[in-house]
């Protein structure tokens, strides 16, 4: 197996818990497409539960034998959104980007250079914020036989320190992962389990424990079970009694339907429940 980014290395366990959970907006559109020419357009819209509706609107186009991709993005709140990527153009196994963003109505502009370097046991990337300190994020994974180790740093050039960091150790094979790790300058931990049973059902776990705040440890438990080749629910609970209900289905071939609640398990007579739907057309 690929050795994932820092970011990924419990990247199963984590999907299971937040990934097509869909009361947390209380609808979600998406709408997908492809040009005869290649370029790909992606329109988004959600609207928040007693909150405004945003979207977004982004075009791709990608020159496969060249390594290059270009998105450009505009979203409701008049954001302008651009991305240039080059993979496998500058080194084999390396992947560098320039994002840029700019907000007309201030004048804020944004600027960031990425770099991700992939072989057959290492992972690293690099993050560079231009335009703020600036500030450089880097991290890296080391892999082999399925066990994985990595660091995370965050460095302030103007101040010459060293702003974050982070560690994690964990164990991949494809039919489960396990991880633990330490955030926030090693002072948030986590543990977390992911298992896929069979071909229809898994299950996964996660604890977490702010040694900074309360000494009690968070806990989150969820299953995935897939009804058919078409369809599958999921729930999830944590240790507030906040429990979770999730249903996808493929309607048709490109268009798919979810349906997600929450609920408070502890305060059943409170108004803090939520209900949501998320449709997706692709052509």
């Known amino acids: 197996m690929a050795v994932p980014a820092f970011s990924d290395i419990a990247k199963t366990s984590n999907d299971l818990l937040t990934k097509d959970f869909y009361h947390t907006t209380a609808t979600n559109l998406e709408v997908k497409s492809k040009a005869p020419n290649g370029v790909s357009f992606n329109v988004k819209g959600k609207q928040a539960h007693g909150g405004p509706t945003s979207g977004s609107l982004e075009a791709k186009y990608v020159d496969a034998p060249s390594g290059l991709t270009l998105t450009q993005g505009w979203t409701t709140a008049n954001a302008l959104d651009s991305k240039v990527e080059l993979d496998n153009t500058i080194a084999k196994g390396l992947k560098a980007e320039v994002i840029t963003n700019f907000l007309p109505t201030s004048k804020s502009k944004g600027a960031k250079l990425n770099l991700y370097f992939k072989q057959p046991n290492f992972n690293a ?10 500030v450089a994020n880097v991290d890296a994974v080391l ?3 399925g066990f994985l180790v990595g660091a995370e740093a965050g460095y302030d050039v103007q101040k010459a320190a060293i702003t974050r960091y982070s ?3 964990g164990f991949t094979v494809p039919q489960y992962t396990a991880a633990i790790t330490a955030t926030s300058n090693l002072s948030v931990f986590s543990a977390s389990y992911y298992h896929k049973v069979n071909s229809q059902v898994e299950a996964g776990a996660k604890a977490t424990w702010d040694s900074k705040g309360a000494n009690n440890v968070g806990l989150e438990v969820a299953s995935k079970y897939r009804l058919d080749p078409t369809s599958f629910a999921k729930a999830k609970i944590n240790d507030r009694g906040i429990a979770a209900l999730a249903y996808n289905v493929l309607l048709r071939p490109g268009v798919t339907l979810g349906l997600g609640a929450s609920v408070d398990t502890q305060n059943l007579q409170e108004a803090g429940h939520k209900v ?7 052509a």
Do not use: M, Y
């Open 125 to 134: 990337r690099a993050f560079f914020d231009l335009l703020k300190g600036p």
């Open 143 to 145: 892999g082999h036989d």
């Open 167 to 169: 560690a994690a150790v």
């Open 276 to 282: 949501g739907a998320s449709f997706t057309f692709e």
